[in-house]
């Protein structure tokens, strides 16, 4: 059991390892990017910063199913732990959030060709912004469908931390009741033990009695002979 516990720990501490050097990567990151002046060049940025987020969400669900399943005294300890990653987190989320606002005030490449009139005729130009439109609009459908099944994944773990969770509990009422029962059994057995030491002094005795009522018959009837046959 103790070896078991230990192989966890050690795994909450490989996820926390790789949660740390991820931490420190996207602070580096969220502070040159603030300083990067192209557009797409912030944009890609951004858009491997936020790959890194996710990333960083899964490791923290990890150490949290790990910490849940481990024994009270440990739990506490890396449940601690793990609520300093989630604030720190949630900071490194609101930075790249901030790095996306500021991105979106800036003018694309796009905006600067409709409006540097290199882009042709004037209809030319409104097909332009209206493909250009209908590419954002299904870029943002895409960036909503990936955001809920994110969502209902994040969901479906921390359901089945709550489900581990109770599994835990019933695993330990069951050797708790599977202990009292061996102990009960091990009181039935000194019991059976006693009681058949009573049943074999109590049969001795019975033999004893009856050997010495017997030996008073005998020399009861051999003193009536005596005085009889005188």
Same mark, same amino acid.
Request: glycine fraction near 4%.
């Given at each position: 059991?103790?070896?078991?516990?230990?192989?966890?720990? #050690?795994?909450?501490?490989?996820?926390?390892?790789?949660?740390?050097? !991820?931490?420190?990567?996207?602070?580096?990151?969220?502070?040159?990017? *603030?300083?990067?002046?192209?557009?797409?060049?912030?944009?890609?940025?951004?858009?491997?910063?936020?790959?890194?987020?996710?990333?960083?969400?899964?490791?923290?669900?990890?150490?949290?199913? #790990?910490?849940?399943?481990?024994?009270?005294?440990?739990?506490?300890?890396?449940? *601690?732990?793990?609520?300093?990653?989630?604030?720190?987190?949630?900071?490194?989320?609101?930075?790249?959030?901030?790095?996306?606002?500021?991105?979106?005030?800036?003018?694309?490449?796009?905006?600067?060709?409709?409006?540097?009139?290199?882009?042709?005729?004037?209809?030319?130009?409104?097909?332009?912004?209206?493909?250009? *439109?209908?590419?954002?609009?299904? /870029?943002?459908?895409?960036?909503?469908?990936?955001?809920?099944?994110?969502? *209902?994944?994040? #969901?479906?773990? #921390?359901?089945?931390?709550? @489900?581990?969770?109770? /599994?835990?509990?019933?695993?330990?009422? !069951? /050797?708790?009741?599977?202990?009292?029962?061996?102990?009960?059994?091990?009181? @039935?057995?000194?019991?059976?033990?006693?009681?058949?030491?009573?049943?074999?002094?109590?049969?001795?005795?019975?033999?004893?009695?009856?050997?010495?009522?017997?030996?008073?018959?005998?020399? @009861?009837?051999?003193? /009536?002979?005596?005085?009889?046959?005188?």
């Amino acid at each position: 059991s103790s070896r078991r516990r230990g192989r966890m720990s #050690e795994v909450f501490e490989g996820y926390e390892r790789q949660y740390c050097e !991820l931490s420190a990567n996207l602070s580096r990151r969220c502070n040159s990017a *603030a300083s990067i002046s192209d557009g797409e060049k912030k944009k890609q940025e951004i858009s491997e910063m936020q790959a890194s987020l996710d990333e960083a969400d899964i490791l923290i669900r990890k150490m949290d199913l #790990e910490a849940r399943s481990l024994q009270p005294t440990l739990k506490a300890t890396f449940l *601690a732990k793990l609520r300093e990653y989630k604030s720190d987190l949630n900071k490194l989320k609101k930075e790249v959030k901030k790095l996306t606002i500021s991105k979106s005030n800036l003018s694309s490449p796009h905006d600067d060709l409709l409006e540097s009139g290199m882009a042709g005729p004037h209809e030319a130009s409104a097909n332009q912004r209206e493909r250009l *439109a209908m590419s954002t609009e299904r /870029l943002n459908q895409s960036t909503d469908r990936l955001r809920d099944t994110r969502r *209902a994944a994040l #969901e479906t773990e #921390e359901l089945g931390v709550s @489900i581990l969770e109770d /599994l835990q509990q019933q695993r330990e009422t !069951l /050797l708790h009741s599977h202990k009292k029962l061996y102990d009960v059994d091990s009181a @039935i057995d000194k019991s059976k033990k006693v009681l058949a030491s009573m049943t074999r002094r109590l049969s001795r005795n019975k033999w004893i009695v009856g050997s010495i009522i017997t030996a008073l018959v005998i020399a @009861i009837l051999l003193v /009536l002979y005596y005085k009889l046959s005188r």
